[in-house]
């Protein structure tokens, strides 16, 4: 079955590191980009950023440059998005998705969700 | 980068027809063929309803239109069904090449 899979809910505390993952079977990572949403607790979706693992060609939102950093591993067909510092509003559910495309991206498959939780 | 404007909720009784708009700007919605629509159940990741303004996804039903006109784009869902009441997101390209999606918009089956 085509599918991402993501890393499991992660708690942690304000200031500290984390890097989530997003594992594709199949073909899923081949010729595909793969992007980050973010959506706060009872709030609506937010666009992150893009990556194309072929050559890691990589896009952020404004809303989040510079406080995440998008990278993949092509090899292991994994996307990651990661956080050097991270602050209480940060807590949100995270989705990686899959596009075929870069301009005029659909999101046609979407991961389960990794919850992330930063509280001190 | 604002979000596109949604209302924040739209009700229809079943069998009826319900339309959601998604406003933005000549930088994305009006200046690029590049809206896509999202359904999300509660507790569920997003499905793709609607791509390049008015395309289906293979699977998705007929009752789920898109259409465009300047900035404004469409959802229209006819013949509405209890399964259709979740929450809707509309999602355009940028002329900074990143995407936006709208505020989103709760639908209500009564």
């Known amino acids: 079955e085509v599918q991402l899979v993501q890393s499991g809910a992660e708690v942690t505390q304000p200031g500290e590191s984390l890097k989530i993952s997003c594992q594709g079977s199949?073909?899923?990572?081949?010729?595909?980009?793969i992007g980050w949403v973010r959506q706060m607790p009872e709030k609506g979706l937010e666009w992150m950023g893009i990556?194309?693992?072929?050559?890691?060609?990589?896009r952020y939102s404004p809303s989040f440059q510079g406080h995440v950093t998008i990278s993949a591993d092509k090899s292991i067909r994994t996307a990651y998005l990661q956080w050097n510092s991270l602050r209480a509003s940060d807590t949100a559910m995270y989705y990686c998705t899959r596009s075929p495309g870069r301009v005029g991206a659909r999101y046609e498959l979407w991961g389960q969700g990794t919850l992330v939780t930063v509280s001190s | 980068q604002s979000a596109l404007t949604q209302p924040a909720s739209v009700s229809g009784s079943p069998g009826q027809s319900i339309t959601i708009s998604c406003t933005g700007t000549s930088s994305d919605v009006g200046g690029y063929n590049y809206v896509s629509w999202y359904q999300q159940h509660p507790g569920k990741a997003p499905k793709l309803i609607i791509y390049d303004v008015s395309d289906r996804p293979s699977g998705v039903s007929n009752r789920f239109s898109g259409s465009k006109s300047g900035n404004t784009a469409s959802l229209t869902i006819s013949g509405l069904q209890a399964e259709d009441e979740a929450d809707y997101y509309c999602?355009?390209?940028?002329?900074?090449?990143?995407?936006?999606f709208g505020g989103g918009t709760k639908l209500t089956v009564l």
């Open positions: 199949g073909n899923t990572f081949t010729n595909y980009w």
């Open positions: 999602n355009s390209y940028t002329s900074s090449s990143t995407e936006v």
């Open positions: 990556i194309y693992p072929g050559d890691s060609d990589t």
